[in-house]
């Protein structure tokens, strides 16, 4: 059974950090590219950060380049973001997604079930 789990979500004051957490298991992680996306209350779902399988290319959204840092373990599992300098408008639903195209071009694709973040005085 497939599972993406995101933890470490919640309530931070403007400028400070979080570090979500999203565990899989159920496929190889190592063959996905993973993703944290956001979607804020009345928004359309956006890309936040994203990594290859191997860690050797990260790619960011330009509202969150030089605060926030996407990581993975293969031998863990899991792929992080590390949130600093948080801003009111950082506050969303942070999603984790594992996709996969194999050789045929035939896509998988995965969605943790979201984790909220609250940016707040």
């Known amino acids: 059974q497939v599972q993406l789990v995101e933890s470490g979500g919640g309530l931070v004051q403007p400028g400070g950090s979080l570090r979500l957490s999203c565990a899989a298991s159920?496929?190889?992680?190592?063959?996905?590219?993973m993703t944290w996306y956001r979607q804020a209350p009345g928004k359309e779902r956006e890309l936040v950060a994203t990594?290859?399988?191997?860690?050797?290319?990260?790619n960011y959204a330009d509202s969150v380049k030089g605060r926030f840092t996407i990581s993975r373990d293969n031998a863990k599992n899991t792929v992080y973001l590390q949130m600093n300098s948080l801003k009111p408008e950082d506050t969303a639903v942070y999603y984790c997604?594992?996709?996969?195209?194999?050789?045929?071009?035939?896509?998988?694709?995965?969605w943790g079930q979201g984790i909220q973040v609250t940016v707040s005085s």
């Open positions: 990594i290859t399988r191997a860690a050797d290319s990260t």
């Open positions: 997604n594992a996709e996969y195209t194999n050789w045929g071009g035939v896509k998988s694709a995965y």
């Open positions: 159920g496929f190889i992680f190592s063959r996905y590219r």
